[in-house]
Structures are given as structure tokens and as C-alpha cells.
């Protein structure tokens, strides 16, 4: 049986982020977050902390809380209808995987025009939507501590570190479940308007067969860079 909790990482010492939450709150639902999930917080960066402290007590959230996976949400996303009953069935459907539920790479292009439902991504795992089974949470957690250094300042990355030097399996659903809200707007100066799914609709996936199907198998494409930053 699959159990769900989620946590939403918000830069809330901004004003039009805490908008963002209520309206994000909103398209979730607040009654299919009561029925869907045994937990459902909002982790507050009042103190501009930044991004990985703030998602680092989303993980730490999670890892107690004892659902089967943990997703963890930006503020400043939209997502499809029927968010969190697709959520479930994407669990259900690839339950040992790491999945990130928005992607941009052109191997996404490639799931649209075969109507492929998965493309694996090694480096798969973009901030905005990551649902991860939660044994696997501490793993990640000693991991990161142990093997980047302190300087590293992206949360995501950090779990895409982890997912290559790893071997984790990193797959992202075809279409994204989530998208940008704001594209072109970030708290840490990445804000431009390619920042969108490469393929998003708002329609309800519920209708997909998530559990079959080819899975498409796209590269690494993180910044060579980053693994300097690895002990």
C-alpha cells in the first residue's frame, strides 16, 4: 500500500511566494491533501537560509514521518489536476525509482512524439516536484553529508549527485505532472523563461498507463563542474 507525505519548501520571507503557497494549496486541493496524505507541511525559509537548508529539513521531514514516499514541492509551481491521485499511481507503478515530476531535457521532446510515459534521466531529479521512497531518504542524507562539501549551495543537484554516484535509477513521468509558475522569476537569480517543462499539460493524466510501456533513456546533463564539489 502506497502512503504519501509532502512537503512544500517556500522562501517565505517573500511576499509573493507565500501567495504562491495558498494558490499551490489550492490546485492540490485541500481535500484530496486530507485524503491522499498522511502528512502535508509547509517549510518555511523565513531567514533566507537558502535552498538546501530549507530542503534539507523537508528530507529530514520526511525520513520521520514513516509514509512509503516523500515528495517534496517548490513554491512556485502549478501542477496537473488530479496532482496527488496521479502522484499515487506513479508510485504504485515504479515504486523503487527516484522520480522527478518535471523535466526539460530534449529526450522529453522524443517521449511527446512516441507518447512514451517515461524517460530515464540519470540527473533526472529537477527541485521543482522529487518523490523519493522514503527508506531511501536517510541513505541520500548520510550521503551527502559524508560526499559534497559544504560550499555546494543547490538542493537538487544534491540529489542528483547522489542518484549518478549512486546508480540510483532516476525516471521522470511523460507529460511532467508540475511546471513553472513563474519561470522567469527565482530567488537565487536562475529566473528566465526557459525554465518550463518540456512537455506539461494541466488536463488530468489519470486516463495514462503508467505501469507499461518502453522507457526512453536520455543523459547526463549536469554541469561537469558540480563534481568538484564531491569528496
Known sequence: MITLSVTIMSG????????????????????????LTVDFQVISDWWRNGPWPTAQRCWNHGDVVGATHHLLLQDDITVCDDFL??????????PDAILGLYSNRKICDEAKAKDARWVEIPDGTWGQAILMPTA??????????????????????????????????VLCPQPSLVDHAAPDKSL??????????RWFQK????????AEGEILKGAIGMPKHYNEFVL
Do not use: N, Y
Request: glycine share 4%; net charge positive.
Open 12 to 35: 517565505s520571507f517573500d511576499a509573493s511566494r507565500r501567495s504562491m503557497v495558498e494558490r499551490l494549496i489550492r490546485e492540490i486541493k485541500p481535500e484530496w491533501i486530507a485524503k
Open 85 to 94: 491521485l496521479t502522484v499515487h499511481e506513479l508510485a504504485r507503478a515504479k
Open 136 to 169: 531511501k531518504i536517510g541513505d541520500f542524507l548520510a550521503w551527502e553529508c559524508t560526499h559534497i562539501k559544504r560550499s555546494f549551495k543547490h538542493d537538487d543537484s544534491r540529489v542528483a549527485l547522489w542518484c549518478i554516484h549512486t546508480k540510483q535509477q
Open 188 to 197: 537565487v537569480g536562475h529566473g528566465r523563461s526557459s525554465r518550463v517543462a
Open 203 to 210: 488536463e488530468s493524466p489519470l486516463h495514462l498507463d503508467w
